[in-house]
């Protein structure tokens, strides 16, 4: 099981071609608040909470709204307001 602690800032895996160098994956809109990474080597099941608790990597395949999605039915969507959520 791959786990999101052996993930780089870009959410790539050791062994990925682009772990560790400074070349980030696509990223989704969030205003700021918190950044998706969408990439074609994120070969994971599910998406992938980063260190930072807010980032996620998601997996291949995954689109902007299905994460969006994800994010409000796990508790991790963008705050309606600022000073709102946890």
Known sequence: ???A???DGHGHHPGC???GKDVAPTLGESGGSHLDYFCDCHNFKEPLILKNGTDIA???GWQQEQAADWREKNGLARP???GSGP
Do not use: G
């Open 17 to 19: 071609p682009q772990h």
């Open 1 to 3: 099981m791959l786990d």
């Open 5 to 7: 602690l052996m993930l």
């Open 80 to 82: 309606s307001e600022p």
């Open 58 to 60: 998601w997996p291949l």
